[in-house]
């Protein structure tokens, strides 16, 4: 099993910026692929960005592309997502994923591990 721990999330004005970390304990070895996922309010849960752990190649959602960043650490068990002018329809729970398949990456029910989430909020 592997766990996952948000951190970074927080209030910011639009135009600003935030960067969420998440870190993987337990068995990390088969955690091949990492995402951010976001759910705003009565919304359902949607793609933010992913990484492949064996190449760093990043995919992102359109909303995103060019203002979102997602990284990993020197270590397998981490990840971050750099966001830059923040909007206020980003404003969203946060959730850091994790998976042992490298496909279908924007896909929220492929992913095999889950952290509790981190609140983004961003005021206009």
């Known amino acids: 099993q592997v766990q996952l721990v948000e951190s970074g999330g927080g209030l910011v004005q639009a135009g600003g910026s935030l960067r969420l970390s998440c870190v993987a304990s337990g068995r990390t070895v088969s955690n091949n692929a990492m995402g951010w996922f976001r759910q705003a309010s009565g919304k359902e849960r949607e793609f933010v960005a992913a990484?492949?752990?064996?190449?760093?190649?990043?995919y992102y959602a359109d909303s995103v592309k060019g203002r979102f960043t997602i990284s990993g650490g020197n270590a397998k068990n981490t990840v971050y997502l750099q966001m830059s002018n923040l909007k206020p329809e980003d404003t969203a729970l946060y959730y850091c994923?994790?998976?042992?398949?490298?496909?279908?990456?924007?896909?929220?029910?492929?992913?095999?591990?889950w952290g509790q989430g981190t609140q983004v909020t961003v005021s206009s």
């Open positions: 994923a994790g998976k042992r398949i490298v496909a279908g990456l924007a896909i929220a029910s492929e992913y095999d591990y």
């Open positions: 990484i492949r752990r064996n190449d760093n190649r990043t």
